[in-house]
């Protein structure tokens, strides 16, 4: 007689362990958490100034002194982030993004009080004797700043990557400069803030507007249904990019104007999703008996019936945050994007605005849009072939 082995595994665990299992989706989480890293700590990778400098045994970090309120609260994301994960607490989900917010807001509030960093930033400074001549400095790993067009070196402009012109200078650009004289590897790690925030804060948008609209959609049916799905087709028929046009053309580019219209705009996919799922979920036997024991709407919606649906939104998600970076990435390539930030789009615009097709310009900042779009894709897909039955029992008869 033989023992079955009834596994322990819960269902979450088992479909992020077939997901995580192929190695496309580990290159992509490799990129992925590459593009993290370079968008968590930008100040400290890329810079102009010293990170720690003793002069005259005096111990300084110029680097604290310009942080802005948005990197100590991408810092306190990342370590708060960090922390849950790390610590066996056994929170609920909404308790964990609770405390997520409390601590970016707690962030966010005392440092407009207390952080007062300079207005002005002038990078050629750090250059002179008071930051060069001193007893020791440790410097970042890329000592030039994204806004750095290092003018006190003359006329720089372009120039390709390991330059002679830059070697005289003692320079060091390893993927050359853009056409005002930045750095473009500064820019390039800088610029991934951009691009992961757009596409995350983006998605996550879309994503809490397509749950709530599309379950009531699915869960009540009828005359709900109707008009919700009147109102899909309405959304669906925006064209996305040519709405970010008229804003920018009207109110000004601002990176947060964009995230909520790529988020606004984007939502009827998610609903769709969602609607399907609740149309099968909402005659289930737990479903009934969550109504029959007069749990309230909102518990029987995103406790009992989410949970059992939200697998094929988390596929759509990837995808999604993959079309608001390509989204960004082709209004900064029109010119129409962000100014004083670095942007890969805008990178990609400066390859052909000379006279001359410049090389560098066009395959590094090119190259890491089609990367991180296809690192999404590929956790899209591999999630998909994870969740899905069919797909599962065909590679067990392999």
């Known amino acids: 007689m033989t023992k079955q082995i009834i596994s322990q595994e819960t269902l979450s665990r088992r479909l992020l362990r077939k997901t995580f299992a192929g190695h496309g989706v580990k290159f992509a989480l490799f990129w992925i958490g590459t593009l993290i890293l370079c968008a968590v700590f930008a100040p400290f990778l890329a810079n102009s100034m010293p990170l720690v400098m003793s002069k005259a045994g005096q111990l300084s970090f110029p680097v604290l002194t310009y942080l802005s309120t948005e990197d100590l609260a991408v810092l306190a994301a990342f370590f708060t982030i960090l922390v849950l994960w790390v610590l066996p607490l056994k929170l609920k989900f909404r308790v964990n993004l609770a405390l997520l917010a409390a601590v970016i807001a707690a962030v966010v509030v005392l440092a407009n ?6 207005q002005l930033v002038i990078y050629d400074d750090f250059r002179t004797a008071h930051y060069t001549e001193v007893d020791w400095r440790v410097m970042p790993l890329i000592p030039y700043a994204p806004q750095d067009y290092l003018r006190d070196y003359g006329d720089t402009g372009l120039e390709p990557p390991l330059a002679g012109k830059a070697a005289e200078e003692q320079r060091l650009h390893l993927m050359g400069t853009e056409e005002n004289g930045a750095d473009v590897l500064s820019r390039m790690i800088h610029a991934s803030r951009i691009a992961l925030s757009i596409g995350i804060v983006a998605t996550s948008i879309s994503m809490i507007l ?7 959609m699915g869960y009540f049916s009828g005359v709900v249904d109707m008009i919700g799905m009147r109102l899909v087709e309405i959304f669906e028929a925006i064209p996305t990019l040519f709405l970010l046009l008229t804003f920018v053309a009207f109110f000004g580019r601002s990176l947060y104007m964009m995230m909520i219209i790529i988020g606004v705009t984007s939502w009827s996919g998610y609903a769709r999703y969602i609607r399907a799922e609740f149309l099968k979920l909402r005659r289930q036997d737990y479903v009934q008996a969550a109504v029959a024991a007069g749990l309230p709407l909102h518990s029987i919606l995103f406790r009992h019936m989410l949970p059992n649906g939200v697998a094929p939104l988390l596929v759509a ?6 079309s608001a970076i390509l989204a960004e990435a082709t209004l900064s390539f029109l010119g129409l994007g962000l100014v004083e930030e670095p942007s890969w789009g805008q990178m990609l615009d400066q390859s052909v605005t000379s006279a001359s097709f410049n090389w560098w310009m066009a395959v590094f900042p090119g190259g890491a849009i089609f990367l991180t779009v296809f690192a999404y894709t590929l956790i899209g897909e591999a999630f998909r072939d994870a969740i899905d039955p069919n797909l599962s029992r065909a590679a067990g008869v392999q």
């Open 113 to 118: 009080v207390y952080l007062k960093p300079p």
């Open 210 to 216: 397509g749950i709530i609209i599309g379950g009531f």
């Open 317 to 322: 998600a990837s995808f999604g945050v993959a």
